[in-house]
């Protein structure tokens, strides 16, 4: 027997330590001693830790043996090879967008005006579709529109094309919107209602601030026509995700936009939702400059919900991936697995379709046919490498994640950011995970005192 890889400690007190085990869900408090004690053991010199403690830590699996450890492994992989998988179909009818985010990962690729879907494309995606269909037939299946901005006017024709296609094979379908147009296609949201899944738009912040990051090219804010699409889609209730991507530049404005939301009569509409989302640089370029590392930008965040604490059940935090699992965890619902995969790209869940005729596995790919893993123009062609690379690259694959303490609960990071940091798939970026997961610790710390001691 051996003390587990998979323990994260954390110090609650000066004699108290929270032992949290990753691989079993298993949360203990233990003494400074029996902490200290654990960190010399050594099974076959002298234990300091009683008879009972030690079947104890036996019994939670924190003293474990390593063909334990690889079988409790291997049932969690075998329990995720159960599990239904999902394949999202991602199409953009361009990259094009009327837009000029300041952080928007795609740059420069949505300034470019010259590729749009037309009606012989919606044959062809439809066509792919089916046959992957065929391929991944134990999948559900859904249809993503994305971009680029996907509801531009001059798409009206492809989105009513697109949504016809999806209802004749009883696909959900999701839209990615900025929501500058959602008026001009009311009609068709209307009749495709049982149809939309939901709509996410993105809102970063009170007029002031919002204005600053996402506006038109020239230089306009975009707050107005927001706010009025939200509105107009809960009117029509149609379930409506507002996104708010965080950084140093609004984290402290999130207050304001709840108190916004409350005064416009979202919160508490059944059809609103909302997630904070962290800005990314998955490509690590370095370009934006209000970007802050997860585990500060944690930190604010919590900072800035304190002054609202009736916005708990509002603002959710799904997209921080690494904190899935361990809040889970920590609110004794073990309904969020442990990570062994870092995002859907891993399980070749997502096929993004470019208007440049190829597929590729993440959105964060678009645009660069090196990183494409088929194309449906003419017709479907996947190439089975690429698609080898990035299907089931998971913590047991990825060497260094393997052996890592935490490994649970990153789930290997982001295969794009290791692909362009790195220049190889199973080089992980770490992005500062652990910091992450001690930042949200700090934050819960009171609440896991008086659960462990009630
Ligand atoms: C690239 S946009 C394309 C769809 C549409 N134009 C929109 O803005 O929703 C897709 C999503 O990525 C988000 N996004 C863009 N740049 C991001 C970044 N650097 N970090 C995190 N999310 C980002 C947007 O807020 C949006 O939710
Ligand atoms: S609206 Fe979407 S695609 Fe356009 S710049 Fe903003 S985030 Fe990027
Ligand atoms: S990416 Fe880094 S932190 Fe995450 S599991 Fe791999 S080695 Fe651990």
Redesign the pocket.
Known sequence: MEVSKRILFYRISDDSILMINTLTGAMDIITSQIYHSLLEYNPSGYIQIDEVTLNRLKKRGYLIDKASEVKLLQTIDAMYAKAEKRLSFVICPTYS?N?R?T????GGL?HDNRLYMDSKDVVRVFAAIDKLRQVYNKRKSSVDL?????MLPRNKGFVSELLREARGRSLPVSI????IHIEQFTGLLSAYKDQIKLV???LDGPKDVHDKR?KFANNKGTFGKVCSSISTLLELQIKVVV?V?VDLQNVDSIDQLFNHMVTSGWVGNPYFTCDL?????HALKGT?KFILPEDMLIERIFESLKRIPDSSNVLQLNMFRTLRHIKSVLSNSRSVQPLLYYCEANNLENMVFGPDGYIYAC?ECMGNEELAIGKFRPRLKMHDEAVKMWDGRSILTVNKCRECDIALLCGGGCAYSALTVNGDINEPVCNRTRETIFAYLDYVRDDLIKKTYA
């Open positions: 967008c837009l985010c952080y928007c990962f795609e949505t994305f971009g680029g901005e996907p990615v919107t900025n929501g996410q738009i993105t996402r996104r991507n989302s962290p800005v990314q640089d934006y959105t």
